[in-house]
């Protein structure tokens, strides 16, 4: 999802290609990215890049013309702060994510707690801008919009309401979603839900 927010978000036209990365992963998939064997992969002429802050980089930097919207500061100092940000997200809330559908009872209960108090954080970080980067639409807005279709099923499943724990990163998921290629590029999050409850069942986890 990150991926093709930054193709769109760029006007940069693009083959997608779905990957069936539980049950049959493709010959493809595995010659592109064999260290992880892993989605995303962009393919650019002939040349596989992997690992989705790597692409955005990677977008950012090739379709760089002046009509383009540029994905990362232009200050190194918020580049870096950004990419700190995304980092943080992807080891702490997206793991405290995977444990809220893969568990149950009180480490269930601990990693919603930890879910929460993360955004809060970002909540704070965020303040009162529209975007996290101020005006600008860039790299973290990028990195993190993509998890929010997961709220409802986290919602769900541990009794919380995103809403109102942090009711400034609603607006500003809402502010993002009036963005065509965040709209685009976002499965609906009732098929998240469904999708979630067969890999409990998958998985045996009631």
């Known amino acids: 999802m990150r991926v093709k927010i930054a193709l769109e978000e760029k006007g940069v036209r693009y083959k997608y290609l779905e990957e069936d990365i539980f049950h049959n992963k493709s010959p ?15 393919i650019h002429n002939d040349k596989p890049i992997c690992e989705s802050l790597n692409i955005l980089q990677y977008i950012d930097h090739v379709w760089n013309d002046e009509a383009a919207p540029k994905l ?14 995304v980092d943080c997200f992807d080891k702490k809330i997206a793991d405290c994510g995977k ?14 707690t930890e879910f929460i108090e993360s955004l809060k954080v970002l909540e704070m970080e965020l303040g009162e801008k529209p975007f996290f980067e101020g005006e600008h639409f860039g790299l973290l807005d990028i990195a993190f919009i993509p998890f929010s279709c997961r709220f409802y099923t986290y919602e769900i499943l ?5 809403e109102k724990e942090v009711p400034k990163i609603m607006e500003w998921v809402r502010r993002c979603y009036q963005r065509d290629s965040v709209s ?6 009732y ?6 409850l067969e890999k409990k069942k998958m998985y045996g986890i009631s």
């Open 28 to 42: 493809l998939l595995l010659k592109t990215n064999p260290v992880h064997k892993k989605v995303p992969v962009l």
């Open 72 to 85: 990362l500061a232009e200050d190194p100092y918020d580049r870096a702060k950004a990419r700190f940000w």
């Open 99 to 112: 444990k809220m559908w893969a568990s149950k009872g009180e480490e269930q209960e601990a990693a919603a």
């Open 158 to 162: 541990c009794n919380f309401n995103v």
């Open 184 to 189: 685009n590029s976002i499965p609906d999050q």
């Open 191 to 196: 098929k998240v839900y469904d999708f979630v």
